[in-house]
């Protein structure tokens, strides 16, 4: 079902006064984490379910294909990617803060999937093909992130890779469900970093999340491949 371009400039202003929004209360307050956290997550629930509404007729969360064939891919795969946090996170969280962030996970993933994967995403596999699709959505979706984490390469690298990941297993499943799930563990592993007293290079995980990407690629190839919802 085709969407409206007013449906579409609704949701880029709405997404983009909650960016403001987001900077502004993390420069103003910037001691006060817990506080900020829980405006953040009213607001990613507010705006998801805005999002859904605007685009009910196309998102669809329920998995249509069986992510069983070639698994083993896709578990070595999402071994690796979750190794990341544990290698190289290093943002040193008090257990508390920690905590309410792993919790809060949830809400970041629902938002940002149902958002970038299941709207932008699905709108541009519509008209330009699934890879283009996942490249542009992750070009997106690595801006968005710049003002919340540090600006350098391999954090813009870490989180375009991380993105394409997601945005190939939701092509392959058809379905928000699974995308946003091991975004939420992701983020939640994330966040009671670091794990070493030294974490590695980010440059470590980027390499992972290389070898990663082409086993989901490949996963994502062989298995029965579905087009964006519709």
């Known amino acids: 079902m085709r969407i409206s371009g007013k449906t579409i400039l609704i949701a880029i202003s709405v997404e983009a006064a909650?960016?403001?929004?987001?900077?502004?209360?993390?420069?103003?307050?910037?001691?006060?984490?817990?506080?900020?956290?829980?405006?953040?997550?009213?607001?990613?629930?507010?705006?998801?379910?805005?999002?859904?509404?605007?685009?009910?007729?196309?998102?669809?969360?329920?998995i249509t294909t069986p992510l069983?064939?070639?698994?083993?891919?896709?578990?070595?795969?999402?071994?690796?990617?979750?190794?990341?946090?544990?290698?190289?996170?290093?943002?040193?969280?008090?257990?508390?803060i920690a905590t309410v962030f792993a919790l809060t996970s949830i809400a970041v993933a629902v938002k940002e999937e149902v958002l970038f994967r299941g709207a932008m995403q699905g709108l541009l596999a519509e008209r330009f093909g699934q890879i283009a699709a996942i490249a542009i959505t992750s070009v997106f979706f690595t801006a968005w992130h710049l003002g919340v984490r540090p600006i350098s390469f391999s954090v813009f690298m870490e989180i375009f890779l991380v993105s394409v990941i997601l945005g190939r297993i939701y092509m392959r499943s058809g379905g928000l469900t699974a995308a946003i799930g091991v975004h939420a563990v992701y983020d939640a592993i994330y966040s009671f970093s670091p794990y070493f007293a030294h974490p590695y290079n980010r440059f470590v995980g980027i390499f992972i999340l290389i070898y990663a990407t082409l086993l989901t690629y490949n996963w994502a190839t062989r298995g029965k491949a579905v087009s964006a919802p519709n």
């Open 18 to 62: 909650s960016m403001v929004a987001t900077r502004l209360a993390l420069k103003a307050y910037p001691n006060a984490l817990i506080e900020v956290e829980m405006f953040r997550t009213v607001l990613r629930l507010l705006t998801a379910g805005l999002y859904w509404w605007l685009f009910r007729n196309t998102l669809k969360f329920k």
């Open 68 to 96: 069983t064939p070639n698994r083993y891919q896709l578990f070595l795969a999402l071994g690796l990617l979750f190794s990341v946090p544990v290698l190289v996170g290093n943002d040193r969280l008090s257990p508390v």
